[in-house]
């Protein structure tokens, strides 16, 4: 198979191929004080120096300036928090994408518990492994898609996944990666290589 890009739209391409994506969990309080929870599969490290976090979302019809939740409270508040999805959480994640009105918070739906977070004002979602309080960067506009980033001020890690000399134990780490469609995927089968010199 050929794929022309001019041809139509290469979600399913990208999204089926681009795998397995980490997920952003990101949860923003609005102007409104309503805490809101969104899952992004368009999601990864962007800069280690300063310490960034980048999610893409996408346009929404229907929303005002066609802008999710999560960015616009972003980007009206300076902060967001990203939450890790392992498997314990991933029924949870998977609540927290359905469409509510923009008044509604996810963490009620979904019956998620709250935590507070350290340095910003977005709840953290009770119990992850991990989850890194950010302060808005900027946002790039990319055409159907922003990238909103977000410098890390500071991180929660469960010390149940940290090992003996104070580092993150991956083999400790179930994350649930996005592949395509309604399939997602789990770390189990991991393997070492080393790098050559």
Same mark, same amino acid.
């Given at each position: 198979m050929e794929v022309d890009p001019t041809d139509g739209s290469l979600y399913r391409t990208l999204s089926s191929l681009v795998t397995p994506r980490p997920i952003g969990w990101? !949860?923003?309080? =609005?102007?409104?004080?309503?805490?809101?929870?969104?899952?992004f599969s368009f999601f990864n490290v962007a800069c280690v120096s300063p310490p960034t976090l980048q999610f893409a979302p996408g346009k929404r019809r229907g929303r005002p300036a066609g802008l999710?939740? !999560?960015?616009?409270?972003? &980007?009206?508040? =300076? &902060?967001?928090v990203v939450?890790?999805?392992t498997r314990? #959480?991933?029924d949870a994640m998977n609540e927290t994408s359905a469409t509510l009105a923009p008044g509604e918070s996810e963490f009620d739906h979904a019956g998620l518990e709250r935590a507070a977070s350290t340095e910003v004002t977005p709840p953290r979602v009770a119990g992850v492994v991990a989850a #890194?309080?950010?302060?808005h960067r900027e946002t790039v506009d990319l055409g159907s898609n922003a990238l909103v980033l977000g410098e890390v001020v500071h991180v929660h890690v469960d010390? $149940?996944?940290?090992n003996g000399v104070g580092k993150v134990d991956v083999a400790e780490v179930d994350?649930? =990666?996005?592949?395509? =469609?309604?399939?997602?995927? $789990?770390?189990?089968? $991991?393997? $070492?290589?080393e790098r050559p010199d």
């Open positions: 990101v !949860s923003t309080t =609005g102007p409104d004080d309503v805490d809101n929870l969104a899952p999710t939740d !999560s960015q616009r409270n972003a &980007e009206a508040t =300076g &902060e967001f939450n890790v999805v314990e #959480f991933v #890194f309080e950010c302060e010390d $149940r996944v940290v994350t649930v =990666g996005r592949l395509a =469609g309604s399939w997602y995927d $789990r770390v189990e089968s $991991r393997f $070492r290589m």
